[in-house]
Nanobody
Framework: QVQLHESGGGLVQAGGSLRLSCVAS????????MGWFRQAPGKERELLAA????????YYADSVKGRFTISRDNAKNTVYLQMNNLKPEDTAVYYC????????????WGQGTQVTVSS
């Protein structure tokens, strides 16, 4: 079990950038695989990016590939999502999630942070 807290959301213009942060309250953060999800009104939850505990081989959904970058700083118990070239379609509540195994589903979730992109 780990508590997660997202921050950095807000209102931005199309083409702008935003950096989301997710801080974990655990001393074993480096053991967790981390992911970023989003959910827009009327749409299903979507996995955007994921990063292993080692930080290698990050995953990106096609919808954000080339625009978003996931990274982590284990010394700060923090995972980041750098979002560039934002589009109105990116408007959603963004969540970070954690899991200890690549085989399992994500069982630890943050409260979410709202990202709104205006045109």
């Amino acid at each position: 079990q780990v508590q997660l807290h997202e921050s950095g959301g807000g209102l931005v213009q199309a083409g702008g950038s935003l950096r989301l942060s997710c801080v974990a309250s655990t001393r074993t953060f480096s053991n967790y695989h981390m992911g970023w999800f989003r959910q827009a009104p009327g749409k299903e939850r979507e996995l955007l990016a994921a990063i292993r505990w080692s930080g290698n081989s990050p995953y990106y959904a096609d919808s954000v590939k080339g625009r978003f970058t996931i990274s982590r700083d284990n010394a700060k118990n923090t995972v980041y999502l750098q979002m560039n070239n934002l589009k109105p379609e990116d408007t959603a509540v963004y969540y970070c999630a954690a899991k200890l195994s690549l085989v399992t589903t994500y069982g630890n979730w943050g409260q979410g942070t709202q990202v709104t992109v205006s045109s």
